[in-house]
C-alpha cells in the first residue's frame, strides 16, 4: 500500500473491511476535550451497511486509532475502510441512497472521488 492508494487497497485487499457505520463512542487519551488535535484511545462503531469484508450489522467494533482529521460525532453515520489494525479510514457521508453515496471532499481530494466512483459504480459488490 502506498500514500494515495486506499481506495484501490481497499477493493483488492482479501481482507480489509468497508461499511457505513454509526459512532457510538469515542474513547480519548487523558483530559483533553475532542478536537482535531484530539489523541483517540478507542472508536466504538456499529456497522449499518456492509459493502465488502466480515462486518457484522449491528454489532459494536472497537478500533484504536483512525486516519483522517475529522471529529468524529456518537451517533453519525461515515463510511469506514478498514485495512488492518494500523490503517483504518474514516470519510464523512454527505449523502446517500440506495443507489449512490456521496462523500465530502470528493471533489477537493481524487482518492476520496475515486473512492465515492468505486462506491457507486459497484466494484465492492
Same mark, same amino acid.
Given at each position: 500500500?502506498?500514500?494515495?492508494? @486506499?481506495?484501490?487497497?481497499?477493493?483488492?485487499?482479501? /481482507?480489509? &473491511?468497508?461499511?457505513? /457505520?454509526?459512532? =457510538? #463512542?469515542?474513547?480519548?487519551? /487523558? =483530559?483533553? $476535550?475532542?478536537?482535531?488535535?484530539?489523541?483517540?484511545? $478507542?472508536?466504538?462503531? @456499529?456497522? $449499518?451497511?456492509?459493502?465488502? %469484508?466480515?462486518?457484522? +450489522?449491528? &454489532?459494536?467494533? $472497537?478500533?484504536?486509532?483512525?486516519? %483522517? #482529521?475529522? +471529529?468524529?460525532?456518537? %451517533?453519525?453515520?461515515?463510511?469506514? %475502510?478498514?485495512? =488492518?489494525? #494500523?490503517?483504518?479510514?474514516?470519510?464523512? @457521508?454527505?449523502?446517500? =441512497?440506495?443507489? #449512490?453515496?456521496?462523500?465530502?471532499?470528493?471533489?477537493?481530494?481524487?482518492?476520496?472521488?475515486?473512492?465515492?466512483?468505486?462506491?457507486?459504480? /459497484?466494484?465492492?459488490?
Amino acid at each position: 500500500m502506498f500514500a494515495g492508494d @486506499i481506495p484501490e487497497s481497499l477493493l483488492s485487499e482479501e /481482507g480489509a &473491511k468497508v461499511f457505513i /457505520g454509526t459512532v =457510538d #463512542n469515542v474513547k480519548l487519551k /487523558g =483530559d483533553i $476535550t475532542l478536537s482535531s488535535q484530539a489523541e483517540i484511545d $478507542t472508536i466504538d462503531v @456499529i456497522p $449499518t451497511v456492509k459493502i465488502k %469484508g466480515e462486518v457484522e +450489522i449491528g &454489532k459494536i467494533e $472497537t478500533y484504536k486509532s483512525y486516519h %483522517g #482529521n475529522l +471529529i468524529l460525532e456518537k %451517533g453519525k453515520e461515515y463510511l469506514f %475502510g478498514y485495512l =488492518d489494525e #494500523n490503517n483504518l479510514y474514516v470519510y464523512e @457521508i454527505l449523502s446517500k =441512497d440506495e443507489k #449512490n453515496i456521496k462523500l465530502a471532499d470528493s471533489r477537493k481530494y481524487d482518492m476520496v472521488l475515486r473512492l465515492e466512483n468505486y462506491l457507486n459504480d /459497484g466494484a465492492f459488490a
